[in-house]
């Protein structure tokens, strides 16, 4: 049997990101700020699905989801996202009934530029060539989950995204 998620994976994440956008504008909204505005580029190859920008704060985000409780243990990531001045990667765990949380995150606080991601693994191909061989993807790297913060809830990742909140979860 199929599995739904699998079976419509392009349609869920396109969901799951517009929950995340949802969460963080309504948790924003609710705390007085009314000025995010959200950015999504026409194709993926920048390597950020969305943008974020609030009071001055612009951030280029990668969503990457995964079910709660799977076992993958890296996130491949466009070495171009380094390139943004707060570039950041976001992992969305989710249940069946895609509830959110908790996340993962891999960034630095506003206005201290992305972590240097191009010492991680060079990544490879899914499927092999002709040959059976998985040949390298040069602006592609493999980063660990270990690198990850764990962040419990949708308010933690806004900190973490603006650093507005004075008890910021979000480690420097």
């Given at each position: 049997m199929t599995d739904e998620h699998s079976l419509h994976s392009s349609k869920?994440?396109?969901?799951?990101?517009?929950?995340?956008?949802g969460d963080v504008m309504r948790t924003l909204w609710v705390s007085g700020v009314y000025d995010l505005e959200?950015?999504?580029?026409?194709?993926?190859?920048?390597?950020?699905?969305?943008v974020f920008e609030?009071?001055?704060?612009?951030?280029?985000?990668?969503?990457k989801s995964t079910k709660r409780d799977s076992h993958v243990s890296s996130v491949n990531v466009q070495l171009q996202l380094g390139n943004k001045?707060?570039?950041?990667?976001?992992?969305?765990?989710?249940?069946?009934?895609?509830?959110?949380?908790?996340?993962?995150w891999f960034g630095n606080p506003p206005r201290q530029g992305m972590p240097a991601i191009s010492s991680f693994?060079?990544?490879?191909?899914?499927?092999?060539?002709?040959l059976g061989k998985k040949l390298e993807r040069?602006?592609?790297?493999?980063?660990?989950?270990?690198?990850?913060?764990?962040?419990?809830?949708?308010?933690?990742?806004?900190?973490?995204?603006?650093?507005?909140?004075?008890?910021?979860?979000?480690?420097?």
């Open positions: 869920r994440e396109n969901t799951l990101e517009h929950i995340f956008i959200v950015l999504k580029p026409e194709v993926d190859d920048s390597g950020y699905d969305i609030t009071s001055a704060i612009v951030r280029h985000i990668q969503l001045p707060n570039g950041c990667i976001i992992i969305i765990e989710f249940d069946d009934k895609l509830q959110l949380g908790p996340f993962y693994p060079i990544a490879k191909q899914t499927k092999g060539n002709a040069p602006n592609i790297r493999k980063i660990p989950r270990s690198s990850f913060q764990k962040i419990e809830s949708i308010d933690e990742v806004i900190e973490c995204l603006f650093g507005k909140y004075p008890n910021s979860a979000c480690k420097a």
